[in-house]
Structures are given as C-alpha cells and as structure tokens.
C-alpha cells in the first residue's frame, strides 16, 4: 500500500475487502490483477446499468444531453496510475461521482492524478500480501477525497448509497483475480 498511500495520503472514505485464495501463489495472484479487470462480469453491468438508468432515462425523454458517459462506466474508466511488482496495482479516477455521468475528469497518469487537487479523487488498489510459505491474500482498497466541504456534502450520500453493491464489486473482482490465477496454474 506503499504506493496507493504517497498518491493519495489523506482521504474521508475509504472501504477494504479481501480474500484468502487457496492453492493461489502470490505470483500468480499478481500476474491475474489486471487481465482479471477486463472480463466481463454480468452482474456488474447490470448494476451499472441501474447506476446509469436516471441518467438513460433524462436523455431517452429529451430532458439531457450530458447525463451519461460515451461508454458505461467500468474498469476501463479508470487509470492505472502505478504498480509494486508483485505486491500491489493502483488505479484512480477523478471527478464528481456523484453526477449522472460521474463527472470524470481525464487523468493520464499518477503525475495528472496528483495534480488535481480541486477535484474528488478516488484510488482503487489491489494488493498481493504473501501468507506462510506458498499461499496469499488479496486485499482491495478503495479511498476517496474530497477536498472541499461541499464536494464532501454531496459525496457522502452517494457513497452510503453505493457502498454495498461497490463492496459486491470488489468481492466479486477478488473472486475473479482467483479464478484466474487458479487458472493459469493447471
């Protein structure tokens, strides 16, 4: 978390889930971070969708031209913003997530992430933490921080709303990264 902590030391929310693989190494849970990121997961996108459809909805009635991204949010939305091989990946993104179509601002890389600091960021890590000789547990750590009282205000709701189905995305993406590297391992 070396990494995830100098990109965004201070936050207000933050979340943290993990899971104990078994028969994973940690090289192999590293290794299946970031293809494990790309599979499509349906449930997911259903939830997303559910997420955007206020959104689908004002444009669908003419309402709004702007509600919703090009493209449904998802891991892609993100930046990878640095890696500790064999150890941990972070991603971020930054905007007002709270807006119908999040409010995104583009981030090219963790200098950019750094930078914005009038701007809501989130981090999203994925960490590989060796356990006994052979074994691991992957752990996500999502932080969020609003710098200013306000954006604070309109991202708590938002976040108490959304915590439980971001917490079954993060289960679900451990689960995967497992999967994955159960895996490559036959």
Known sequence: MELMNRLLPEWQFAERHELMPNGVSPAQAYASIVPSLSAEDPLIAKAIALRELPGRLLRGLGLSHNTLPPQAFGFHSFTC????????????????FWQLDYGLRPVADAVAFTAMTDQPRLLLNVCVEPVGDHGCRLVTHTRVHCPTDEQRRRFAPYWYAIRPVSGLIRQRLLQRIARVARSTSA
């Not at 913003?81 to 007002?96: D, H, N, S, Y």
């Open 81 to 96: 913003l640095g890696q500790t091989p064999g150890r941990e990946v972070v991603f971020g993104l930054v905007g007002q």
